[in-house]
């Protein structure tokens, strides 16, 4: 059970760090307008985990309590989600473009409200959760739905600390981003790594 969970809040990890919408607008909102509105953006995408979370923990489990082989079915459909994620990080450009000029000022509370909009309107947000929470059930013997809050607490609560230390180090983020050209490469790499990663860990999990 401990390494399952280790293991999710590794995978948890890099693909926070991994450059995509949601951090690399934490970074933009930070270096152009302060650290307080990156951490409101923070605070609003991670609260927006909270109703796919939802969604997740009792559907998904409506569906697994309906029928065990639709557990199977789910696991193969997420790893294929993930595998076509990373294929799509591989014929995507390694270069992270940081355009400060088009970030509008907005007032931390926008920004908050924001964040949870985006983060609940992206339909990707819970076809991602879909295919990486079932493979990272941990017990026979606790509720479905408890062990899916359980996955969504510590993926919100890796995404808090990774998300919160790009928007309060951001200038040394940007400066390297900047400096470093093969940095991009190496996160896009990694991004792939773990995405394929995942995917062997749920088919044979």
């Not at 983060?119 to 026979?140: D, H, R, T, Y």
Request: a positive charge.
């Amino acid at each position: 059970m401990v390494e399952i969970l280790f293991s999710f809040c590794f995978a948890t990890t890099v693909l926070a760090l991994s450059p995509g919408p949601d951090n690399i607008y934490v970074l933009l909102q930070s270096i152009t307008h302060g650290t307080k509105y990156g951490l409101a953006t923070v605070y609003g995408l991670i609260s927006g985990c909270i109703f796919h979370t939802t969604l997740i923990a009792f559907g998904v489990s409506a569906l697994i309590k309906a029928n065990d082989s639709i557990y199977i079915g789910l696991k193969i459909i997420g790893a294929c989600y993930l595998l076509y994620l990373a294929y799509n990080v591989y014929t995507s450009s390694a270069q992270i473009e940081l355009n400060e000029d088009a970030v509008p000022k907005k007032t931390t509370r926008q920004l908050f409200k924001q964040g949870v909009l985006m983060n609940i309107l992206n339909p990707k947000v819970s076809l991602f959760f879909l295919a990486f929470f079932p493979g990272f059930l941990f017990s026979e013997s606790l509720s479905k739905v408890l062990q899916f809050y359980v996955l969504g607490g510590l993926f919100m609560l890796v995404s808090l600390i990774i998300f919160s230390t790009i928007a309060v180090l951001s200038g040394s983020i940007s400066s390297a981003l900047r400096e470093k050209k093969n940095l991009g490469v190496m996160l896009k790499w990694l991004q792939i790594v773990v995405f394929v990663g995942i995917a062997v860990f749920i088919l044979v999990g």
